[in-house]
């Protein structure tokens, strides 16, 4: 009963900020950009036009994806394509989440009074540990992350397999992650992990119980486990998808993202102090009260410490809960792997690269550690004769809770009723309106929008614009026409090369094309954003058929896109390029100039010859110095070939010219290598330009970004003048031959057969 009362006490506090939207949840959508808006259109299409639920037709025409990498809610959107409820799968969604706050707070009153906290002290615990969770900033992108119930639910489940020793509740609890692992494989996993270190803890504890336990464990997390691996795995049809998704060394989290508030009266502490609480994935503040409460107790614990059997305690419930908790937080604070001697350890164990923004995984801590200290000071409070300065203290602390989580949810009332649902066709402007009835009734197969974003296998991508993919979700949700582009996560390599190399240059063959059905119908439609030259290229080649004043939409011509035309015209400059001017290169004339390194002489992974050159990342490295002195004014090139088989290319190559004097380097040219359009067997080209007069004293060639330590390759270096003549060379790789113009590697048979 008393559940109830707080769960609806609850429900009120969440009318009173959320009221727009809680009384009409099919009217918004809470983030209308990023992540957010992806999110909505993965569940709602899948919901819509799916028939299998597994597959999701929406995006990465003509392979498609798999329901689990979309983040698109794949148990909830199958149960509304089921029921029919698409019409309000926004309504429903939106609903999920803001109920999931009293549904929170039902749960953590069962868990107050299971460990004997008096009512009135849970009501108000459970209220404000309910609006101060983490969490709650996942509403407006990481949807299906929202669900502030989960870890108190998971709890209270847990408490309820101890008090009854029944597996019974174990495979309640099965079925409990089972829905979450179908809801986002993440969350799953962090419910999982507070499953395990509590039979871990409990199990050091008293080794006595080792096989109850184990069984546990067993039903309660490897069995769900399994099977959602198995599922997954048996119907997912896309090959090489990457392995070990890079993050575990990002986003984790810290003293100060759990003790130093990030927002409300206090927030100025770390602005002022200049604290840095980190990026906000990792924020995991666990409320003011919880500090004032922890150095209470802990004092207090100092002083009666005679009073105390320190061996009784741990093994009380709630402290394996807590001890379970504190080991949760050392791995969301990456400690001890973070330290770069023990880095190499995480690649002995390949499942601990599954794991990524681990920041997330202090939810737990957070949760757990709040209940804890008010039930500890519950219990001081009760062992010296309920003394009226812990209630007192007890309520104070909850009142300034009041006070830090009421911005929060006054910030994110007003996020979330921005945005009126515009998966409602009413709701859109009247150019989409125009855009969305003309692709209907030209019968489209597919959609290729630009600018075109193609992510993320996490090693190469294409990125475009906010308000491309935006737009580009809305023609295809309201078309139910598939996107060629794609946003999900751990896309298939393969498939990822296939698009980036889509837009290669002209005389490339583009594998992609021969993926397409025969007499394929392709709408390329276009907003008003700027387009890179690539995609300029593919919009020349195609025919305008439609224009308003936002949106232009071309007809997809595939043999005009994929012509050997341009390829015919590189093999006769090639058979014409017969002065050889040294190192295996050719050119139609002795009058050129270049410097290439072939790395032959180093170890390691090499894209050609013996081998390649070898660096680790350190954040700004030089890999490559030119003098330039002795050249002539004008523009040149520098061209190499990056290795994708290691870390991820998550760099900028910088042709940097260093000036005479004391004038500092100028960034001449830069290139996002994870962008790269060009990839032959597992190393992407990089091509930049420089200029070269008298005052710039020499090149320097650098790798910028992500200076994690980890390895990286080039290999085939090449710089020339950028206006004499092409340079050409013969070569083999792999049993195939190519022709090297200017660094790039053309098969020879490149149109004579389709690619396997």
Known sequence: MFALLAAGISFCVLAFFYHEVLFHPNDYVFAPNGDGIKNYYAYLFHARYDESFWQFGGMNYPYYEHMVYTDGHPLLSWLIHITGFSDYGIGILNLAMLLSFPLCTFFLLRIFRHYGVETMWAIAASIIITFLSPQVYRMTGHLSLAYVFAIPGMWWLLIQAIKKQSFLWSFGIALYLMVFFFTHPYLGMILAFLSIFYWLTATVLNKKSWKKNCLHVLVQVILPLLIFQVLVAITDTHENRLGEPAGFFNYYASWKSVFVPHDGPLAFLARDLKV???????????????????????????????????????????????????????????????????????DLFGPLKQFRVLGRFAWV??????????????????????????PIVFYGGMLFGIFEFYPVHTMLSNVVS??????????????????????????????????????SSENIMLLGTEQGNYDAFLLSYHTGLPLMNAVTSRMSMTEAIKFNNFFSPEFIGKELCYDLPEDVKIAIVKNQDGIKYDERRLVHSSKKIFENGHFKVFEYNNEAWNTRYYFDELTEADQLANVDVG?????????????????????????????????????????????????????????????????????????????????????????????STFIVNNWCFVSMDFYVSPDIEKLNLLITGNGNGEPFYLDELLIYKSAQADLFRYTTLDGVDYIVMNNYWVRRDMFSQPPK
């Open 418 to 455: 921005q945005s009126k649902n515009v998966f409602h066709q009413n709701e859109l402007t009247d150019e989409m309106n125009d855009l969305i009835g003309f692709v209907k009734q030209e019968k489209f197969d597919a959609i290729l929008f630009l600018p075109f974003q193609h992510m």
């Open 276 to 346: 840095n609480i980190g990026n906000w994935e990792s924020w995991n503040y666990v409320g003011f009260f919880s500090v004032i409460f922890g150095w209470i107790i802990l004092i207090y614990v100092l002083r009666k410490r005679k009073e105390f059997d320190l061996k009784n305690l741990i093994r009380k419930e709630i402290a394996v809960f807590m001890i379970a908790a504190w080991l949760i937080l050392l791995f969301a604070f990456c400690f001890p792997l973070k330290y770069s001697f023990l880095r190499d350890v995480v």
């Open 583 to 675: 190192m295996n290169w050719r050119a139609d004339t002795n009058a050129v100039w270049f410097t290439y390194e072939s790395f032959d002489a180093e170890q390691g992974e090499n894209f050609a010859g013996g081998g390649a050159m070898h660096k680790t990342k350190g954040g700004y490295d030089v890999v490559y110095e030119l003098p330039v002195a002795n050249l002539d004014s004008g523009m040149y090139t520098v061209s190499f070939w990056y290795y994708l088989g290691v870390d991820r290319p998550d760099v900028l190559a910088v042709a940097e010219q260093d000036s005479i004097g004391d004038r500092k380097g100028l960034w001449f040219d830069t290139f996002e290598v994870s962008q």
């Open 365 to 390: 801590f957070y949760y757990v550690f709040t209940v804890f200290l008010v039930v500890s000071m519950h219990q001081i409070y009760r062992r010296e004769k309920k003394k009226i300065v812990y």
